[in-house]
């Protein structure tokens, strides 16, 4: 039986790396895995995990999909200018640029802005005034943290200022009493779940505290949520409540108070998620490099390699050596902007000119990298998609 390694060598012998390939039955298994955990609750494709128009729409093709989260103003006017009509930005927006292009109609009905500060509603105004314009759609974000102590204890990431229902409700009246906004969604995204590893390798004691965490912060955000859901739509009908990560994405469904899902980098599978219990997608994204020295019995020295993830500085933010197996990275270089070389039973056999496969750390970022991704069905590549920079963006 072929083997996955000899599959992708196969399909890429005309290629010469660095390339970057997306296996389409791995992507499409991901897909049908991320759907059956949403149970029945539409999953919102999260641009920033995928940077790749073509990949998008591919996931957008498959049941249970709908809708984007786009990850910068730009970016999401882009999707939209080509056909995307459901964009939710995930993040407030000062592109100064890109608010004034909210005046026409059909984009500003395609877009929806994230804010949890009136402030942000200032600057839209300040840019567009409510003459020049048609209404903006608004989601509210709520903070979907843990906090404890008078919030000296914070648990997960630091992201909005609204934390209770008193607050969500008293910026959603803001919203809806100013002209030219219509509150049309509430978002909260409880990264302490969704995106940190609870079976980090090599560290049981760690993994142990973040799963307590997580229980605690699940069970507080659960009820914390409602009570904030209710509030809101007693001020506004809410067309959508999103939530959720590919790392929470059944946890997270099973929330009453939740609408729709946000899910990306499972469609993926990056080595970050190798430390998730809850749900391990297939790798289906990864890049191969050449070797190009041995410069000791037992070491093969790659051309290239440091395409480190963003995040806390560590080592499980550089990528993985993964085809062959058994190869690691040295800890005095690891993987390095010109050359990593990699230790290991592997690296004894490998050749001037063999390739090494990768996998990124993170998902989408692996994009930035490249400007296009072979797509393999087996042992051919059937086509070939640019990402966002193979079309000439870098949006953030």
């Given at each position: 039986?072929?083997?996955?390694?000899?599959?992708?060598?196969?399909?890429?012998?005309?290629?010469d790396?660095?390339f970057?390939?997306?296996?389409?039955?791995?992507?499409?298994?991901?897909?049908?895995d991320?759907?059956?955990?949403?149970?029945?609750?539409?999953?919102?494709?999260?641009?920033k995990?995928?940077?790749?128009?073509?990949?998008?729409?591919?996931?957008?093709?498959?049941?249970?999909?709908?809708?984007?989260?786009?990850?910068?103003?730009?970016?999401?006017?882009?999707?939209?200018?080509?056909?995307?009509?459901d964009?939710?930005?995930?993040?407030?927006?000062?592109h100064?640029?890109?608010?004034?292009?909210?005046k026409?109609?059909?984009?500003?009905s395609?877009?929806?802005l994230?804010?949890?500060?009136?402030?942000?509603?200032?600057?839209?105004?300040?840019?567009?005034?409510?003459?020049?314009?048609?209404?903006?759609?608004?989601?509210?974000?709520?903070?979907?943290s843990?906090?404890?102590?008078?919030?000296?204890?914070?648990?997960g990431?630091?992201?909005?200022p609204?934390?209770?229902?008193?607050?969500?409700?008293?910026?959603?009246?803001?919203?809806?009493a100013r002209?030219?906004?219509?509150?049309?969604?509430?978002?909260?995204?409880?990264a302490?779940?969704?995106?940190?590893?609870?079976?980090?390798?090599?560290?049981?004691?760690?993994?142990?505290?973040?799963?307590?965490?997580?229980?605690r912060?699940?069970?507080?955000l659960?009820?914390?949520?409602?009570?904030?859901?209710?509030?809101?739509?007693?001020?506004?009908p809410?067309?959508?409540?999103?939530?959720?990560?590919?790392?929470?994405?059944?946890?997270?469904?099973?929330?009453?108070?939740?609408?729709?899902?946000?899910?990306?980098?499972?469609?993926?599978?990056?080595?970050?998620?190798?430390?998730?219990?809850?749900?391990?997608?297939?790798?289906?994204?990864?890049?191969?490099?050449?070797?190009?020295?041995?410069?000791?019995?037992?070491?093969?020295?790659?051309?290239g390699?440091?395409?480190?993830?963003?995040?806390?500085?560590g080592?499980?933010?550089?990528?993985?050596?993964?085809?062959?197996?058994?190869?690691?990275?040295?800890?005095?270089?690891?993987?390095?902007?010109?050359?990593?070389?990699?230790?290991?039973?592997?690296?004894?056999?490998?050749?001037?000119?063999?390739?090494?496969?990768?996998r990124?750390?993170?998902?989408?970022?692996?994009?930035?990298?490249?400007?296009?991704?072979?797509?393999?069905?087996?042992?051919?590549?059937?086509?070939?998609?640019?990402?966002?920079?193979?079309?000439?963006?870098?949006?953030?």
């Amino acid at each position: 039986m072929i083997t996955d390694r000899e599959r992708y060598d196969a399909a890429t012998a005309h290629l010469d790396p660095p390339f970057a390939v997306v296996d389409l039955a791995a992507f499409h298994t991901n897909a049908q895995d991320l759907v059956r955990r949403a149970a029945g609750k539409p999953i919102r494709v999260a641009s920033k995990s995928i940077r790749c128009r073509g990949l998008i729409t591919e996931a957008l093709r498959q049941p249970g999909f709908a809708g984007v989260m786009a990850y910068t103003l730009p970016e999401a006017i882009w999707l939209a200018q080509h056909g995307f009509s459901d964009v939710l930005i995930g993040y407030p927006v000062t592109h100064r640029a890109g608010i004034a292009e909210l005046k026409d109609p059909d984009l500003a009905s395609a877009l929806t802005l994230m804010v949890d500060d009136a402030a942000q509603l200032d600057l839209v105004d300040a840019v567009l005034p409510r003459a020049s314009r048609p209404d903006i759609q608004i989601c509210l974000e709520l903070d979907a943290s843990l906090r404890g102590l008078g919030d000296r204890l914070h648990f997960g990431a630091r992201r909005s200022p609204i934390h209770n229902p008193e607050q969500a409700a008293s910026l959603a009246r803001e919203i809806v009493a100013r002209p030219g906004f219509a509150l049309v969604g509430l978002m909260s995204y409880e990264a302490q779940i969704a995106g940190v590893a609870d079976t980090p390798p090599g560290r049981p004691f760690y993994g142990a505290t973040v799963r307590l965490l997580q229980r605690r912060s699940h069970a507080e955000l659960l009820e914390r949520r409602a009570a904030v859901v209710s509030a809101v739509r007693r001020v506004a009908p809410l067309r959508f409540v999103n939530a959720g990560g590919t790392g929470s994405v059944a946890l997270t469904a099973a929330d009453p108070s939740v609408t729709e899902i946000t899910a990306g980098s499972g469609l993926y599978g990056p080595a970050l998620f190798d430390g998730y219990r809850a749900f391990r997608p297939r790798p289906a994204a990864f890049f191969a490099l050449s070797v190009v020295r041995r410069p000791a019995p037992g070491i093969a020295t790659v051309q290239g390699g440091g395409w480190i993830a963003s995040g806390p500085s560590g080592r499980d933010r550089q990528p993985t050596p993964w085809l062959p197996a058994g190869l690691s990275l040295l800890g005095t270089e690891a993987a390095g902007e010109v050359q990593t070389p990699l230790r290991g039973d592997a690296a004894g056999e490998l050749q001037i000119g063999d390739r090494v496969w990768f996998r990124h750390a993170k998902a989408g970022e692996l994009c930035e990298r490249v400007t296009e991704l072979h797509l393999v069905v087996d042992d051919r590549v059937v086509g070939t998609v640019h990402t966002y920079r193979g079309e000439g963006h870098a949006f953030l």
